[in-house]
């Protein structure tokens, strides 16, 4: 039987008070097991990010659990939970959220340093990991030298870097065209997805489903489906 890497039960976020209450999540729960790419599909507004936010230790819930690899993530210290997702999970995001004034090299090399890692080892990981995602040659220049999918590759390579358990994915093709996209996600299926890594990915972008093992549906801030099998392509 697969071995669980995420395991959420009844997450609940709301904003507010009294009437003016809002709930963005409602009583969530799902497994998410290693060795698979599980998607979270729905509308915008329907609490996916939220959700996503609070199983990688961003956002805390109001009501619910959150066990990564094991460990209740929401009974950690601040420091402890800011240390578990430095180690363990690896964040993309849509907008890549690169510095500007940093080469790629020194963007992908971030969490490393961040791990208080030697300055020319961190380098040499950097440029390990670039050269995985095709760009190697690109580690000298700023990010606004690269196209959209050259950033979002990059993004992939930092996220990588710190050789995470847990890697996160939050709309990653919103910003590129549908060829560009497709390409990526293949990508990721064929080089960063391990059997001892989890990867979660919300998405409304239907071109893209058939690189899922499952798909879990979100409308409401509930899940409105059970997770399916991988379509077909």
């Given at each position: 039987?697969?071995?669980?890497?995420?395991q959420?039960?009844?997450?609940?976020?709301?904003?507010?008070?009294g009437?003016a209450?809002?709930?963005?999540?409602?009583?969530?729960?799902?497994?998410?097991?290693?060795?698979?790419?599980?998607?979270?599909?729905?509308?915008?507004?329907?609490?996916?990010?939220?959700?996503?936010?609070?199983?990688?230790?961003?956002l805390r819930?109001?009501?619910?659990?959150?066990?990564?690899?094991g460990?209740?993530?929401?009974?950690?210290?601040?420091?402890?939970?800011?240390?578990?997702?430095?180690?363990?999970?690896?964040?993309?995001?849509?907008?890549?959220?690169?510095?500007?004034?940093?080469?790629?090299?020194?963007?992908?090399?971030?969490p490393?340093?961040?791990?208080?890692?030697?300055?020319?080892?961190?380098?040499?990981?950097?440029?390990?990991?670039?050269?995985?995602?095709?760009?190697?040659?690109?580690?000298?220049?700023?990010?606004?030298?690269?196209?959209?999918?050259?950033?979002?590759?990059?993004?992939?390579?930092?996220?990588?870097?710190?050789?995470p358990d847990?890697?996160?994915?939050?709309?990653?093709?919103?910003?590129?065209?549908?060829?560009?996209?497709?390409?990526?996600?293949?990508?990721?299926?064929?080089?960063?997805?391990?059997?001892?890594?989890?990867i979660?990915?919300?998405?409304?972008?239907?071109?893209?489903?058939?690189?899922?093992?499952?798909?879990a549906?979100?409308?409401?801030?509930?899940?409105?489906?059970?997770?399916?099998?991988k379509?077909?392509?």
């Amino acid at each position: 039987m697969p071995r669980i890497a995420i395991q959420a039960t009844g997450l609940t976020k709301w904003f507010g008070e009294g009437e003016a209450r809002t709930y963005a999540v409602r009583d969530v729960s799902f497994d998410a097991y290693f060795g698979e790419m599980l998607y979270v599909v729905g509308p915008s507004g329907s609490g996916k990010t939220t959700m996503l936010s609070m199983i990688s230790g961003i956002l805390r819930p109001n009501a619910g659990k959150v066990m990564v690899e094991g460990t209740d993530i929401w009974s950690l210290s601040d420091n402890a939970l800011a240390a578990f997702r430095l180690h363990k999970i690896g964040f993309v995001f849509q907008d890549y959220h690169l510095f500007p004034r940093l080469t790629t090299a020194e963007n992908v090399a971030i969490p490393l340093i961040l791990q208080n890692r030697d300055w020319d080892e961190a380098m040499d990981e950097a440029m390990h990991d670039l050269e995985v995602v095709g760009l190697k040659d690109k580690a000298p220049l700023p990010p606004v030298k690269l196209s959209g999918g050259e950033q979002q590759r990059v993004a992939i390579a930092r996220a990588i870097v710190s050789r995470p358990d847990i890697m996160i994915f939050d709309e990653p093709t919103a910003s590129l065209d549908g060829e560009t996209g497709r390409t990526i996600v293949s990508f990721v299926r064929q080089h960063v997805l391990t059997d001892q890594r989890c990867i979660v990915m919300v998405t409304h972008d239907a071109r893209i489903y058939e690189f899922a093992d499952r798909i879990a549906k979100m409308e409401d801030g509930r899940l409105t489906g059970t997770e399916r099998e991988k379509l077909d392509a």
